[in-house]
């Protein structure tokens, strides 16, 4: 265990040393410093904000994966600038998904797993995916943003909704989803595939997103008539 202050400044620390060594392949220009640190800050005020008073090891593996994030967030704004950074951001774009596999893993193995790990976990999927959406839209249509954004317009919801916040049974599925999303920017990020194949995998993609988040509403909803049902039932007549 670790304590989450140590553990911030050490990250923030690792993360301007990742993008001073980046600076020396490709460099970067102000606006990819600002991107990447601004998601760094981001990502450490909201763990600080949020984390118990220590970090387990399975917490640190998830902040390197968000770290990485930001990374990728640097990247992509540099080649919003017309830089090619291709190859770089898809090594640590996949770097990070890689990882997605650890967290878990390190979690049971040490019997480490907590609430606000899983949280952390999903939050940094969430980030990966929405810089990483990002490139994929200016290449593939505006629509491949809702992929990056729909975490997002779930928790926006949430705060018009609050029954949307409640919380969810633990479901597998979603984590093969999350992976599919990643494995499916990256692979359309690096241009390997044509554009008619890259389009259908984001499109396949799209939609199992769509489905994971619409089940989660569905039983969210039918627990919310639930609970309002049996607090009707328990409720006592007025005597007269």
Known sequence: MVQVARALAAALGALVALLAALSLVVPLDTVAWVAGLAGGLLVTASVAHAAPGVLG??????????LLACVVAALVAQGVLGDQVTPLLVTVAATALALDAVD??????????????????GEADAFLLLVLSVPVAQEHGAWVLLVGLARYAFWGAGVVA?????????????????????????????????????DAALLVALGLLAESFGRDVVWLARHRAGAHAGALGGRRLPVP
């Open 57 to 66: 090891p399975a917490d640190l593996v998830t902040l390197t994966r968000a």
């Open 162 to 198: 609050p029954w949307l916040r409640a919380p969810l049974p633990r479901r597998d599925w979603r984590k093969v989803v999350t992976a599919v999303q990643g494995i499916a920017l990256v692979v359309a990020a690096s241009g390997v595939l044509p554009t008619v194949p890259t």
């Open 104 to 121: 878990g893993r390190v979690a049971r193995a040490t019997g480490t797993q907590t609430g606000f790990g899983a949280r952390f976990d």
